[in-house]
């Protein structure tokens, strides 16, 4: 009776055995392991825990986001973690992942040169071991920063060239200011000259002793002048 349960086991493993199929790529989901399809390469960069002999796709998973890693690799009873997906080249048919995995055989744990790829829901784009999401990225980010640089810069320099005209229509008023107030005060000067020149003009000359001389010349030349003189003499 043992013997018949033990052989009824062993065919229904081998019946689903060659029934087993790897479960279809979907999108992924966070917090949620999504199953990403099959492929016969693992990427450059991996970690890998003991083997497990009763592997599954869930006990995978755990071990690698424990890891910190969004991508599970099973094959048989081995289990790898990585950062990122395998390079999309390597992606075969569903059918080449056809192992059973030892814990729980309704699901596939890769095949003999392929493995079964879930995605551990913490990056839902992980990208892939080829680099292609990393460099469209880095290219929208090169040709973006250009642009503003540019645009900063021109701002710049309009505000810059404003100030200048301003500071030179500002200098150029300065300027006229002082001429013009260098003028006004020379002509108060000059007018002040011409004033004091114009009242030092009708003053009187004072009587030289010339004139004194002359005047009291003619006037003792007269008979009376003679008369006067010798009484001045006469008195001395």
């Known amino acids: ?28 989901v966070l917090n949620q392991a999504t199953s990403q399809g099959c492929f016969d390469a693992l990427p450059a960069q991996v970690v890998s825990s003991p083997d497990r002999p009763f592997n599954t796709p869930g006990m995978c998973v755990e071990y690698c986001k424990a890891k910190e890693m969004n991508v599970s690799f ?4 081995s289990c790898f973690c990585s950062l990122k997906y395998p390079a999309k080249a390597a992606m075969v048919h569903d059918n080449q992942c056809n192992t059973p995995c030892p814990g729980y055989p309704a699901q596939a744990c890769g095949g003999q040169d392929a493995f079964s790829v879930y995605n551990n829901g913490i990056e839902l784009e992980p990208g892939s071991d080829d680099g292609a999401n990393e460099d469209k ?27 200048a005209s301003t500071y030179s229509e500002g200098s ?6 002082q001429e013009s107030g260098s003028r006004s ?28 001389t002359n005047n ?19 008195s001395r």
């Open 1 to 28: 009776m043992a013997f018949a349960r033990f052989a009824l086991l062993s065919l229904l493993t081998l019946a689903s055995a060659r029934e087993v199929d790897q479960l279809p790529k979907k999108d992924p």
């Open 74 to 77: 099973l094959q048989n009873k």
């Open 137 to 163: 990225t880095s290219t929208t980010s090169t040709s973006a920063a250009p642009t503003k640089s540019a645009a900063s810069t021109t701002i710049h320099v309009a505000s810059t060239t404003i100030a």
């Open 172 to 177: 150029s008023t300065t300027k006229s200011e």
């Open 185 to 212: 005060a020379a002509e108060e000067a000059s007018g002040v000259a011409n004033a004091a020149g114009d009242s030092t003009i009708p003053t009187t000359p004072s009587p030289t002793a010339s004139t004194v």
């Open 216 to 234: 009291g010349a003619l006037r003792f030349s007269s008979p009376v002048g003679n008369v006067v003189n010798l009484m001045r003499q006469f």
